[in-house]
């Protein structure tokens, strides 16, 4: 029923407090509330319905017919929703309470005789608690055709400015008598109106009183805002900002859907960013967007975004030209790169040169190298964790991109408008001439080859649900020589449903598989043909969820599970004339587990903490064979005492422990805070490698009943500071880590198709520490940044047996230590078109074992080498130079076009790839090989459409 409501409840009592005479008009309005409201409630009616999927409309209806109390209210306000409930013989207001409790919507009990509806806001029959005791407050008043509600006091600064254009107007939560809080919390997604792909650092500031947030990789924000009105301003880069007037009564949501915009709103980002940086508690965190790539000169003109990554500070490889990274001193395998949530073994092309991502499919990567989220396990050093874009829901677009070595596609197709879409990528390569032109015999005579493609659904099915589905496969081929083709490939496919269940709860399940494999086929001039494969496969299981009690707490927990399977080598005859017999090492099974917890808890204004606690299971699993070798003797083929078999799924060995993941965030000053971290990890698989850098024929090994799990902790503390407005950003960390249990392998070990394989391998200690400097701009014609790290990192391998002991059993340089690394990537905007880019980098030599004489036995001659990594290669240093020229902007036009014109290495430096050593008449000379020892020049045209 919608009844007009009584002259007796509309008459005007609402009054403004603000001199003292209006105290005593108070106690008159306390007392008109006390008789009207208070001695007049009757007592109210109790009623037996049931109603199974009726609108709550005509559950009001039913709730009318059985009490007689009619009910006022607006019909808009209920929705189409359905609800269902059964009551025996219950009150009106414990049925209401039921039908209201999720949504904005109050009740008021009038006299006994009638009910009235409010939304958001709440009738009082009585003056909050401390209203005569409070300044400058006002008793804000809305009023619609059907009703006129009292609501929360609202207090405001005598000094704020009113908005002064028309705002939308957005109100939030339900207002509760219980709750005097002062302020609630709101949060939400942000979304690209036009693609439907969350916004990530997005700033949501609130206008006139200095608190914002900035938007997760999920698009998510949580804010604190006062009671009462409040005006939000976002802002981003590419994104138009916006504004919006919300008066808040309670915790809820709110999500955006933003527009594009055509300008670059490079400063907004900047500031987004470096906020982050000086406001987060973890250390060591580092994110580069995709876009970032364009404009520094890479090899080839090749945008890369893990090449970008190694010119800032902590992020290395082992040399021009090498796979792998290595981060803050850990090893290549101590890395976990993620491809939307699946595993990616090997995420190079063509000897490392390229990665193995197209770009204009990959959004951005997030690289933890500090504190690693408790999230993520099962790597000592750090994290990669890439996300591929979100298609356009809207419209069809791509963009492709032409250049001296491949070619590069992305289309993004809508399916189901504002809903759902597709993104397909492709990459291939023509590269022979390149080979041609390198300064190496080996290389120039060879040939190479590889491709890559990406598939990803997105799909919005409700506010609530989200549903991501990525499959990726690559593959290279080359071969070095004439009788040999080697081929390695990555896949990698993941679905995720993104659920949110209710405004404090939100999750995610993901179910992913990677698979990484190599095969070498050899066609020689004699009978001895040949196939040889390896194959690493997982599958994995997880299930994240965040809850958000409070605005101090912010829980994440969840727990995951990952089964591996291992073909650690197989030979096969290649033809019926081959005398190859074949070989086949047993498979490798295991399974990994983990179920963590985290907090970040704002104990103050200036204090943060991030704590978190992971604990990992991993089980080595049969069938394979199980080997013991005696006690107190060194591993090998005469001290083997047993080789016993082990069933499908029985258990050969398992590891396992608490992993602790802790930070802490304190603000010196405005824009200026001390951040400090401990972290610890175990990592339950390897690789084994007798290459100095990452080769494709690597092979990864779980650990068993002889090879035990790496284990690690780092110790982190830095400094974080923003100058002029955001327009700089310096940072300065140090870190100590210490590992355990670090694989590598002896003197002229084998490999390749070993079954014991134990007995060619050591597992040591490692030690590595450094200071990392950054200082940054992204303001103005001038932008890029200058890195510069001090680091070390130093292993030792010890025993009681000569044969385990290297170098005494003291600690030496790994391959890949490299003391100085400094970086200067600067980008130079003379017109918006134009822009002038550059990039230098040096380096302190790598490592490197030499021989240091001869020696006479048994009437033989043999070379006497130094201690293992004793000396070091020459310094490596390379300028790069690139010109930048964009189309113009005609909003238009049907592609938006962007040339690249680039010299990698303008000095061209000769810089060492490998230093080897060959006899020649009894003399052992050095020689040293270069990967590309001259300038090379290109020239990329991309287009967007």
Not at 28 to 39: A, D, E, H, K, P
Not at 353 to 380: C, H, M, S, W
Not at 673 to 701: C, E, R
Not at 793 to 805: C, K, N, T, V, W
């Amino acid at each position: 029923m919608n009844e007009p409501l009584p002259p007796s409840f509309t008459k005007p009592f609402l009054f403004l407090f603000q001199t003292s005479y209006c105290k005593l008009r108070a106690l008159l309005v306390c007392l008109f509330f006390y008789v009207q409201f208070g001695l007049s409630q009757e007592a109210i009616p109790k009623i037996s319905l049931s109603y199974e999927n009726r609108p709550v409309s005509e559950v009001l209806q039913l709730i009318e017919e059985a009490s007689g109390l009619p009910f006022y209210y607006v019909e808009q306000w209920l929705g189409e929703k359905t609800i269902s409930g059964s009551f025996d013989n219950a009150s009106v207001p414990v049925i209401l309470e039921s039908i209201f409790k999720d949504t904005p919507i109050n009740f008021y009990v009038l006299d006994g005789q009638r009910v009235i509806l409010t939304r958001n806001t709440i009738i009082y029959d009585e003056l909050p608690g401390g209203f005569f005791g409070r300044k400058d407050s006002i008793a804000m008043v809305e009023r619609t055709e059907k009703r006129t509600t009292v609501v929360n006091p609202v207090f405001y600064n005598e000094n704020r400015t009113s908005t002064t254009r028309k705002l939308e107007t957005v109100r939030i939560g339900k207002a509760d008598p219980d709750n005097s809080a002062q302020s609630f919390l709101l949060q939400g997604y942000v979304r690209n109106k036009n693609t439907g792909e969350p916004l990530q650092d997005l700033t949501i500031l609130v206008k006139g009183r200095g608190i914002g947030a900035v938007t997760d990789a999920n698009g998510f924000y949580s804010i604190r805002l006062p009671a009462g009105q409040n005006v939000l301003r976002t802002s981003s880069m590419g994104i138009q900002g916006s504004e919006r007037e919300v008066v808040i009564y309670n915790n809820g949501t709110l999500d955006f859907e933003l527009e594009e915009s055509l300008e670059l709103l490079e400063e907004v980002v900047v500031e987004a960013d470096a906020a982050k940086n000086v406001e987060e508690a973890t250390t060591g965190t580092t994110q580069i967007v995709s876009e970032e790539s364009k404009n520094i000169p890479l090899v080839l003109g090749e945008r890369d975004i893990l090449r970008v990554a190694t010119t800032l500070p902590g992020i290395t490889t082992a040399g021009e030209g090498a796979a792998g990274y290595n981060v803050r001193g850990g090893k290549t395998d101590q890395n976990l790169i993620l491809l939307d949530d699946a595993v990616i073994y090997n995420p190079s092309h063509f000897f490392g040169i390229f990665q193995a991502l197209n770009p204009y499919t990959t959004k951005g990567v997030d690289i933890y190298k500090g504190n690693i989220p408790a999230e993520y396990g099962g790597r000592l050093s750090s994290v990669f964790d890439i996300e591929t874009k979100d298609g356009n829901v809207e419209k069809f677009a791509g963009e492709a991109s032409i250049g001296p070595v491949t070619a590069n596609i992305a289309l993004e197709i809508p399916l189901k408008k504002e809903k759902s879409s597709l993104v397909v990528g492709g990459r291939g390569a023509y590269s022979d001439w390149i080979l041609r032109s390198l300064d190496d015999e080996q290389l120039s005579n060879s040939t190479a080859s590889f491709y890559d493609g990406i598939v990803k659904f997105n799909s919005n099915i409700n506010e609530n649900n989200d549903i991501r589905a990525t499959g990726y496969y690559s593959r290279d081929a080359f071969s070095i020589t004439s009788d040999s083709l080697f081929n390695y490939s990555n896949r990698g496919f993941s679905l995720r449903w993104d659920h949110k269940f209710n405004e404090k709860n939100t999750g995610s399940l993901i179910a992913a598989n990677s698979q990484y494999r190599f095969n070498i086929d050899f066609d020689g001039e004699s009978n001895n043909d040949f196939g040889l494969g390896y194959k690493i496969d997982e599958t994995e299981l997880k299930l994240k969820l965040r809850y958000l009690p409070n605005d101090k707490h912010t829980f994440t927990y969840g727990l995951a599970a990952k089964y591996y399977g291992v073909d650690p080598g197989s030979i096969e005859p290649e033809g019926s004339n081959s005398i190859i017999q074949p070989v086949a090492i047993p498979r490798e099974s295991a399974i990994e587990s983990a179920v963590y917890l985290s907090d970040e808890y704002q104990i103050s204004d200036k204090l943060l903490f991030d704590l978190g606690l992971r604990y990992s299971f991993f089980a080595s699993l049969g069938a394979t064979e199980k080997r013991t070798y005696a006690d107190g003797l060194p591993r090998s083929e005469g001290t083997l005492i047993a080789a016993e078999a082990v069933d499908g799924g029985d258990v050969i060995a398992t590891y396992g422990g608490p992993e602790i993941r802790a930070s802490a965030r304190y603000f010196l000053g405005p824009d200026l805070s001390v951040k400090a971290s401990f972290n610890s990890g175990y990592q339950f698989i390897h690789t084994l490698s007798n290459n100095t850098t990452v080769s494709p024929i690597d092979t990864w090994k779980l650990s068993d009943n002889n090879i035990e799990p790496q284990t690690g902790n780092q110790y982190s503390l830095g400094f974080y500071k923003n100058l002029k407005e955001n327009e700089y950003e310096i940072s300065l960390e140090g870190y100590y880590k210490t590992s355990k249990n670090v694989l590598d392998f002896k003197t002229g070990a084998q490999l390749l198709l070993n079954q014991t394989i134990e007995t060619e391998v050591l597992q040591g200690n490692g030690r590595a520490y450094g200071v990392e400097f950054l200082i940054r701009k992204d303001k103005g014609k001038l932008n890029g940044w200058l890195g510069y790290t001090y680091s070390r990192s130093l292993i030792q391998f010890d025993s009681e047996f000569s044969e385990e002991r290297i170098n005494n059993g003291e600690f030496f340089p790994s391959n890949f230590d490299k003391p100085h690394d400094i970086s200067l990537v600067a980008n130079y905007k003379f017109t918006r078109r134009y822009s002038l880019s550059a990039n230098f980098v040096y380096q302190t030599g790598r490592p490197v074992t030499y021989p240091i004489g001869t020696y006479q036995f048994n009437n033989s001659e043999f070379v006497f080498y130094s201690n293992r990594n004793e000396f070091r290669i020459p310094d490596y240093y390379r300028l790069d130079l690139g010109i930048n020229i964009e189309g113009n902007h005609r909003i238009k036009k049907f592609a938006h076009s962007f040339w690249t014109i680039s010299v990698y290495n303008v000095l061209g430096r000769n810089n060492p790839y490998s230093v080897f050593f060959v006899t020649e008449e009894g003399e052992v000379k050095a020689l040293q090989s270069s990967i590309f020892a001259i300038p090379i020049p290109s020239i990329t045209y991309n287009f967007k459409f």
